[in-house]
């Protein structure tokens, strides 16, 4: 092609790409800690965090390293915590008792981050029943062993209830129950906390991703979720799920998984006015480290890579078991 130079004037891309210096002055894309929401597990009955196999790095905390690894995520400058109980297999039963108990270990929880960060930091909780039932399943079975519905909505206002008592300043319904953002909203409203925030699981699939998180959470699932969770086939399922959610009183909404529905979270940016959030969830975690641990990637920059996309398809937060790690590096 020659030089180039004649055949091309101007047309030299490359120049904004010559060092760290411009690439950093000119990227499209940032990362703020702030934007960075890291999920916590807290196990009932332990006195030491026990390792979740399948994340390596990752545990089921005891409360009080639950406490600690809270402070150290504020102190980082991580937006927000997302708190999921796993409570003893004893005390799980077919309505999920201990997700509606006060002193249930999610409650317990709640309580313990709040007076450990108080306002420091985003003290969200998961408002779903499949940690806390001996099915594993996110509501209410009905007598054919589906799970009803309505019912389910029943056990979710109790839940937003116990957990704004417990002071959690935003509530996360992710069981893809019909009407379940209407239903917590009047809830909160009427127990006054109409000053608790609902992030709204609004695009949830039925995704094989998730499998690593069963185990973070003591699973009992039995079959699966494809009759409440979103179909992968689907994309306009999704946007009349998130008009069903803003017009119930979303604050905030969801897609999970994120990297394989990128093109999801894009439409969803692109069509509403509150902010976004995407789940880096278990399963895009551990096939990272899993791969690193192996040499195969890089393992540092693999992580930041894809954080970088989900943000630049348009989430406004996102929730990912590096959220610590990562706020420190960029801070």
Known sequence: MGSGYGEFPGARPRRLRVGPAMRRMVAETRLHPAELILPM???EGVSEPVPISAMPGVVQHSRDTLRKAAAEAAEAGVGGLMLFGVPEDAKKDAVGTPGTDPDGILQVAIRDVISEVGDAIVVMSDLCLDEHTDHGHCGVLDAAGRVDNDATLLRYAEMARVQADAGAHVVGP??????????????????????VSILAYTAKYASAFYGPFREAVGSSLQGDRKTYQQDPANLRES?????????????????????????????VA?????PVAAYQISGEYSMIEAAAANGWIDRDRAIMETLTGIRRAGANMILTYWATEVARRLG
């Open 41 to 43: 597990f807290v196990r």
């Open 174 to 195: 992710s069981g893809m129950m019909d009407g379940q953002v209407r239903v917590i909203r009047e809830a909160l409203d009427g127990a006054g906390y109409q000053d």
């Open 239 to 267: 946007m009349r799920e998130l008009a069903l959610d803003l017009a119930e009183g979303a604050d905030m909404v969801m897609v999970k998984p994120a990297m394989p529905y990128l093109d999801v979270l894009a439409k």
């Open 270 to 274: 692109e069509s509403v006015d509150v």
